[in-house]
């Protein structure tokens, strides 16, 4: 069977930046399963893995426009520091919960200086050339349930 839409695959990965530096791998632990085509991984990895079957290896670099999106300058903002509560203090490099208008969402403190408080809240790996190996585990339908629910169940997935 290979992988196409509204397809369980379940895979073995590795994601290295541009330095050759390891982010993420699923070595170690269960392999990821994710359905094709519904938006579960990044697009540049689901155009990869389509029409690729169990016992697959493949190496894909992807652009950032096809992972995480290029870094956006206006997501970057200087805020006040007596805007946050809470007794942990501050530290460059940490992440904070923090509202904007489109409801909570995860920045990074990324400079402190004086009162003032530089957050990012481009994501992590925005900007970021991603390399991944990846080896196909599995390739199977996915249930009308899972399809529902948009995500799988069992191993590599939900277990509700
Ligand atoms: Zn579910």
């Known amino acids: 069977m290979v992988i196409a839409q509204n397809r369980v695959v379940t895979m073995h990965y590795t994601l290295k930046d541009e330095q050759g530096e390891t982010i993420d791998s699923s070595q170690g632990h269960e ?71 489109n409801g909570p969402a995860i920045a990074m403190v990324s400079e402190i200086e004086g009162e003032d408080v530089t957050l990012d809240l481009n994501h992590p790996l925005a900007g970021v050339t991603l390399n991944f190996d990846v080896e196909v585990m599995d390739v199977r339908e996915a249930t009308d349930e899972e399809l529902d629910h948009g995500h799988v169940h069992g191993p590599g997935g939900h277990h509700h």
Do not use: C, W
């Not at 999106?69 to 520091?81: D, F, I, L, P």
């Open 31 to 101: 392999p990821l399963a994710y359905i094709q085509g519904i938006g579960n991984i990044i697009p540049g990895l689901e155009d990869a893995l389509e029409g690729k079957t169990k016992g697959d290896k493949l190496e894909v670099t992807i652009a950032p426009e096809d992972g995480y999106g290029e870094r956006q300058e206006n997501m970057v903002q200087k805020v006040a520091k007596s805007g946050f509560q809470g007794d942990e203090e501050l530290v460059v490099g940490m992440q904070v919960q923090v509202e904007t208008k």
